[in-house]
């Protein structure tokens, strides 16, 4: 069954809820000032203009991107092989486990599935030591450098 509101269009049903001050329509001239600070700080936030750039400054970014691109393509491509022959290796112990005899590769697959998280692991803080600055410290300085080439 369709609503008797289907037929009309967007603005005739918003001119209705105007007329009958229906809550759901919100008019256009708001007086809260924060509205106004909201839409000023979104959309008339004037940009930077980008300075611009010359041939040469241009072909020196696209150097820089491409060493990056590359820099991080060839790290990425030594992470795959490192994680190929972890998994080679694991493969392998597994292989040579399933010739053994006994229980071994069974327990092998299992795990160990009561340590989660290991306790021993220490939380990275941000925060400085206890102890803080170490107003004691005076450098070892060599003094006499031939001495030490003997």
Do not use: C
Not at 76 to 84: L, R
């Amino acid at each position: 069954m369709s609503s008797p509101h289907s037929k009309l269009s967007t603005n005739a049903f918003r001119t209705i809820l105007a007329r009958a001050r229906m809550p759901g329509y919100q008019a256009s001239n708001i007086t809260d000032t924060r509205y106004s600070i909201i839409k000023r700080i979104l959309y008339e936030t004037p940009h930077p203009e980008i300075p611009k750039m010359t041939e040469e400054d241009l072909e020196r970014h696209k150097t820089i991107e491409r060493a990056w691109k590359l820099f991080v393509r060839n790290r990425k491509e030594q992470q795959d092989d490192e994680m190929a022959a972890k998994y080679r290796m694991l493969n392998n112990a597994n292989i040579e486990l399933e010739k053994l005899p006994g229980r071994l590769f069974g327990q092998a697959q299992l795990g160990n599935k009561i340590a989660l998280f290991p306790r021993q692991l220490k939380i990275p803080t941000v925060t400085p030591p206890l102890n803080g600055w170490n107003y004691d410290f005076t450098p070892r300085i060599k003094t006499d450098l031939k001495s030490d080439k003997k």
